[in-house]
């Protein structure tokens, strides 16, 4: 979790940022001078204690912001064990069906994905997979944990794995969200036409399931091709002097 | 009775394999979802087994998040690999999960000099081939780049011309040229990147209300709102005590009233005069030069729109390529001023082709009525225009 946070941006809370969901001027002040866009704010007062607010910018303007409590929070320290070096891409998994009923819900995943994914890569060592990040959506609450990973051996290629508790684990409860409207969120979604995907031509699908390629040819001159040699085929001397008497009496008949 | 053991092998074999694979195999009820390009796994199957919490939990949670690692691991495992400074490497698909932008799609830069004008002439790409045939050395070669085809600075012999000084070096002259028009090139190439850069809209990003913005953003987004009418703003209306928003574009300049009496009746006394004289005052080569460009720009836009809609409904030919000549040479304007030849056409037959708007009074058809009026099907007159 420590991978992208700039050193310089834990930004002294007393003087500046105060209240986010109501003011957010101060936000989107800071993410413009720092170049951010992903940022979280932890605060506690007698109202809303052990507060942490979760959010991402488009524009330097706000997006999505989204409010949790923290019920039960162990921290990395607390577990002793020997930990993953910074900066390892973690493995993510949400389990829950609550994740997609609500719309909340349903930003509140899209939101630490883009929050803990880490840099795209284009391969990844298999050997240094090392970090998962859990995330169960039940009976109102959202636990999270963090495992370090173990592979044992297992007797085919893929090894069994084994969990070791590691990081910091908590236990959330969705307090305020502040999502951002339809229109700005379709806004943000635009892709470039220089990153969508590009269709392949030349390739149709049929409707069972067949791949029909279409390959163009220059013109080819059909007597001159090679084809096999079936030599079962070939004509004989006999047939062939047969042939080429008929050939004449027909000639002859003609004219 | 060796028929048995070979069976007893083979069975105990595939016990054996059954068991290795059970180490690695979770069975759940309803598919993960993964996203192997961001390395996640969601898994829809709601967790009755956490139902009620107890000290058991953490370990239920364990449990559950070894199951779902070992399924992704599983996938990750059967990408394909390759070996990388002795490590294990597995190649990642694409990730999946859309995801919102940071900052806005760029915009798209505006076009260059040449592109406006290619826009406004209907002038498309022509279609050419890569490699040229060089009689000189006897192959293929480039049509432009290292080694092309016709390189004029490559030359091993050229002929003095017959007005030039015999002293001067030929071959330096023709480098020297070559060097001022990559220099003309990068020039005009700079100039077109400023323009870029210097015009840029404002995004609308800033102007969608969230309730908390301040009073200046709020200034800016009431007076982009008034601006945004049909039209432009000049029919809102305005609160009791509002202030009139401040113009911003140019400042035009006014005469004072009254001040200079000479330079007045100066001034009248040639209106005047210019309304007087019988010789027109209009400049002939301006105006039909203005009207030529008009014709171009209504002629491609209408050729580019064909292009798109045929390109929508399946290549269909649109209606003709370019017209060979043009509009008539005929003095241009359409209030009939005096037919004067000339205007742009350096020599050439006047009156050529057809005008859409069917010509200045019938003095047109001198030259080919075949041509003239309706383009006829498809015919694809191309070749330049003859200036």
């Not at chain 1, 994914?117 to 995330?135: D, I, K, M, Q, W």
């Not at chain 1, 969705?174 to 700005?184: K, N, V």
């Not at chain 2, 000189?136 to 432009?144: E, F, H, I, L, Y």
Request: glycine letters at 8%.
């Amino acid at each position: 979790m420590e991978f992208c946070i700039k050193r310089s941006l834990f930004f002294n809370i007393r003087k500046n940022i105060t209240r986010p969901f109501e003011d957010q001027t101060s936000l989107e002040f800071f993410s413009k001078k720092s170049d951010c866009s992903l940022f979280m704010f932890g605060s506690h007062n007698k109202k809303r204690p052990n507060n942490l607010v979760i959010g991402r910018m488009y524009d330097y303007h706000v997006l999505d912001m989204i409010e949790v409590g923290i019920e039960k929070f162990v921290s990395l320290k607390d577990i002793k064990n020997s930990k993953c070096p910074e900066g390892t891409k973690p493995m993510l998994i949400f389990a829950g069906d609550d994740f997609d009923v609500t719309e909340d819900y349903r930003r509140l995943k899209n939101l630490l994905i883009d929050f803990f994914r880490g840099p795209t890569v284009s391969n990844v060592r298999l050997a240094g997979l090392e970090y998962v990040l859990h995330f169960t959506a039940l009976n109102g609450k959202i636990y999270f944990r963090s495992y370090k990973l173990l592979l044992k051996k297992s007797g085919c290629r893929t090894p069994r794995i084994e969990l070791e508790e590691m990081g910091p684990s908590m236990d959330l409860v969705l307090r305020r969200t502040h999502l951002a409207s339809d229109d700005l969120y379709k806004l943000s979604m635009k892709m470039p036409k220089a990153l969508k995907p590009k269709k392949k031509k030349n390739v149709s699908h049929d409707t069972f399931g067949t791949t029909y390629g279409r390959i163009h040819m220059q013109k080819q001159d059909l007597s001159k091709l090679q084809t096999r040699k079936m030599k079962g085929l070939k004509k004989r001397p006999a047939e062939r002097k047969a042939e080429d008497q008929e050939k004449k009496s027909k000639r002859i008949k003609k004219d | 009775m060796e028929g048995q053991s070979v069976e007893e092998l083979l069975a105990k074999a595939e016990r054996d394999e059954a068991e290795k694979l059970q180490r690695i195999t979770v069975h759940k009820e309803l598919e993960l979802e993964f996203d192997l390009g961001n390395l996640l796994a969601s898994d829809r199957n709601p967790p009755t087994g956490l139902r009620h919490a107890g000290p058991t939990q953490e370990a239920e949670l364990r449990a559950l998040a070894r199951d779902n690692t070992q399924l992704l691991i599983n996938q990750l495992w059967q990408l394909p690999t390759d070996r990388v400074e002795e490590a294990l490497v597995a190649r990642l698909p694409e990730p999946t999960t859309r995801l919102p932008r940071e900052k806005p799609v760029p915009r798209p830069r505006p076009l260059t000099r040449w592109q406006q004008f290619a826009r406004l002439k209907g002038i498309r790409p022509k279609k050419k081939t890569n490699l040229v045939w060089d009689e000189g050395s006897g192959q293929w070669r480039r049509r432009w780049g290292y080694q092309r085809a016709r390189d004029d600075t490559k030359e091993w012999l050229i002929e003095v011309p017959g007005n030039a000084d015999p002293m001067e070096d030929q071959f330096a002259k023709r480098i020297q040229a070559k060097k001022e028009r990559v220099a003309k090139n990068e020039l005009n190439r700079l100039r077109n990147l400023a323009r870029a850069h210097k015009r840029q809209l404002p995004s609308a990003a800033g102007l969608h209300p969230t309730g908390h913005q301040s009073k200046e953003e709020l200034g800016r987004a009431v007076q982009v709102a008034k601006v945004s009418t049909a039209s432009v703003g000049r029919f809102q209306e305005r609160l009791p005590k509002e202030k009139a928003p401040r113009v911003s574009g140019k400042k035009r300049k006014f005469q004072p009233l009254f001040g200079d009496f000479a330079a007045e009746k100066k001034s009248q006394l040639e209106m005047l005069r210019i309304m007087n004289s019988k010789k027109p005052q209009l400049d002939v080569t301006r105006a039909t030069n203005k009207q030529m460009r008009e014709e171009d720009q209504e002629e491609a836009a209408k050729r580019r729109k064909m292009s798109q809609k045929g390109k929508r409904k399946g290549g269909r030919q649109g209606p003709g390529g370019k017209r060979k000549g043009g509009p008539p040479s005929q003095g241009g304007t359409r209030k009939g001023g005096p037919p004067s030849q000339g205007g742009t056409r350096k020599g050439g037959p006047p009156s050529q082709g057809g005008k859409r708007k069917g010509g200045l009074g019938g003095k047109m058809n001198s030259g080919r009525p075949g041509l003239s009026g309706k383009r006829k099907g498809g015919q694809h007159q191309g070749g330049k225009r003859r200036k």
